[in-house]
């Protein structure tokens, strides 16, 4: 590059908040800062301006309404002032994340007002709709409206897989391409111990995430195997009703609620993992991948997202039965042997998924998006 280039990265949340995208943007930002782009981070806070571990961090005040006492609850963060606020901002290039958030929809009209190339990388297939009563009615209204025209104002698409790439393919971007995602192998590393606990691992425990029937298994499992643990990482909208469910089967004092952890912790907790568990409907993504690299031996729903990253290593369970994903537990803990096979295959399918990849990866679509746009 003849001078340093300069990317605004867009999210609607971003780090001390716990989170798949928050993760993701916090570990580009800094390693695309390492590579000389200038990173400056757009998203929504307490309306000051600091420096994140080394990260410039614009935080937005934003209308944050999932919080308020009503049911019908919007998920997402609306910044008033963001959209001015990128216009003005000496960068040379918008990058937003996650497709359906206020914030990428801001970041589009910027990019069209500055006259600068806008990217989007898109995080998951949607689904995160299905939190939200009042998002599961008006999806195809914002699907066909604002959804669109991010997409259709986007030089460059960014997919993580092919699954979110097939997603996207339905809103006609003028190019794509898919970057995989990356591990921080030095953190994520296989340990020579074997944790003890049966472990189930989201950063929000929402329904569709599988808590209830990881929570359903274990009495079935305890029935057969007594001396054994649980262990369930994360916090958000179902962790009372989960709490309360354990106490009704009788196992409270069989697992235990961590709360909310900070990805830099994740690791300490999944090498107290025996074996992870996750029967979710919906994408694991980066959680998936990260107990892999730690060679875990993982139980999962099969999923197009699971089966792409994992291929056929992982136990696959269907969802929202917690007597199949109680069988799936009580095979691996009866069988030392199978644990070490699920745990050593799932590891052979992340090797290789280092973040120097997706950093160069990335400036080369920036160079390409300026040489395009003149």
Same mark, same amino acid.
């Given at each position: 590059?003849?001078?340093?280039? #300069?990317?605004?990265?867009?999210?609607?949340? /971003?780090?001390?908040?716990?989170?798949?995208?928050?993760?993701?943007?916090?570990?580009?930002?800094?390693?695309?800062?390492?590579?000389?782009?200038?990173?400056?981070? /757009?998203?929504?806070?307490?309306?000051?301006?600091?420096?994140?571990?080394?990260?410039?961090?614009?935080?937005? #005040?934003?209308?944050?309404?999932?919080? %308020?006492?009503?049911?019908? #609850?919007?998920?997402?963060?609306?910044?008033?002032?963001?959209? /001015?606020? *990128?216009?003005?901002?000496?960068?040379?290039?918008?990058?937003?994340?996650?497709?359906?958030?206020?914030?990428?929809?801001?970041?589009?009209?910027?990019?069209?007002?500055?006259?600068?190339?806008?990217? %989007?990388? $898109?995080?998951?297939?949607?689904?995160?709709?299905?939190?939200?009563?009042?998002?599961?009615?008006?999806?195809? $209204?914002?699907?066909?409206?604002?959804?669109?025209?991010?997409?259709?104002?986007?030089?460059?698409?960014?997919?993580?897989?092919?699954?979110?790439?097939?997603?996207?393919?339905?809103?006609?971007?003028?190019?794509?391409?898919?970057?995989?995602?990356?591990?921080?192998?030095?953190?994520?590393?296989?340990?020579? #111990?074997?944790?003890?606990?049966?472990?189930? $691992?989201?950063?929000?425990?929402?329904?569709?995430?599988?808590?209830?029937?990881?929570?359903?298994?274990?009495?079935?499992? $305890?029935?057969?195997?007594?001396?054994?643990? /649980?262990?369930?990482?994360?916090?958000?909208?179902?962790?009372?009703? *989960?709490?309360? %469910?354990?106490?009704?089967?009788?196992?409270?004092?069989?697992?235990?609620?961590?709360?909310?952890?900070?990805?830099?912790?994740?690791?300490?907790?999944?090498?107290?993992?025996?074996?992870?568990?996750?029967? =979710?409907?919906?994408?694991?993504?980066?959680?998936?991948?990260?107990?892999?690299?730690?060679?875990?031996?993982?139980?999962?729903?099969?999923?197009?997202?699971?089966?792409?990253? %994992?291929?056929?290593?992982?136990?696959?369970?269907?969802?929202?039965?917690? =007597?199949?994903?109680?069988?799936?537990?009580?095979?691996?803990?009866?069988?030392?042997?199978?644990?070490?096979?699920?745990?050593?295959?799932?590891?052979?399918?992340?090797?290789?998924?280092?973040?120097?990849?997706?950093?160069?990866?990335?400036?080369?679509?920036?160079?390409?998006?300026?040489?395009?746009?003149?």
């Amino acid at each position: 590059m003849s001078r340093r280039l #300069k990317v605004a990265l867009v999210t609607p949340y /971003f780090p001390p908040n716990v989170g798949g995208i928050e993760t993701y943007i916090y570990e580009l930002a800094k390693r695309l800062a390492k590579n000389g782009v200038t990173v400056h981070v /757009f998203t929504c806070g307490r309306g000051i301006t600091e420096k994140y571990n080394g990260v410039k961090v614009y935080r937005l #005040k934003a209308i944050d309404v999932q919080n %308020l006492p009503i049911s019908l #609850k919007i998920p997402y963060p609306i910044p008033p002032t963001l959209m /001015f606020k *990128l216009v003005k901002s000496d960068v040379d290039i918008i990058h937003a994340h996650g497709h359906a958030f206020i914030t990428s929809f801001e970041a589009a009209l910027a990019s069209q007002l500055a006259h600068k190339p806008f990217i %989007l990388t $898109i995080h998951d297939v949607g689904v995160a709709y299905q939190d939200y009563m009042i998002m599961r009615g008006i999806r195809p $209204i914002v699907d066909s409206t604002l959804v669109k025209y991010v997409f259709k104002q986007a030089d460059m698409v960014i997919a993580q897989n092919s699954t979110t790439y097939n997603y996207a393919l339905r809103f006609k971007p003028r190019r794509m391409t898919i970057i995989p995602q990356g591990i921080d192998t030095s953190k994520f590393k296989p340990s020579r #111990k074997e944790g003890k606990y049966i472990t189930f $691992i989201a950063a929000r425990l929402v329904p569709q995430k599988g808590g209830e029937t990881f929570i359903r298994s274990i009495p079935i499992v $305890i029935k057969e195997i007594r001396k054994v643990r /649980f262990m369930v990482i994360g916090d958000g909208l179902q962790r009372s009703t *989960l709490e309360n %469910l354990a106490y009704e089967l009788g196992v409270e004092d069989y697992v235990e609620f961590i709360g909310r952890v900070p990805h830099n912790y994740v690791p300490h907790y999944l090498d107290q993992a025996k074996i992870v568990v996750f029967p =979710s409907e919906i994408p694991a993504g980066l959680t998936l991948i990260e107990a892999a690299a730690m060679k875990k031996p993982i139980i999962t729903s099969k999923t197009e997202w699971a089966i792409e990253d %994992l291929g056929d290593a992982p136990i696959f369970i269907p969802t929202r039965n917690p =007597s199949e994903t109680a069988k799936a537990i009580i095979y691996l803990l009866r069988n030392p042997h199978a644990r070490k096979m699920v745990a050593k295959l799932v590891y052979r399918r992340v090797l290789g998924r280092s973040w120097d990849r997706v950093v160069s990866r990335h400036i080369e679509i920036y160079n390409e998006v300026m040489m395009r746009r003149g």
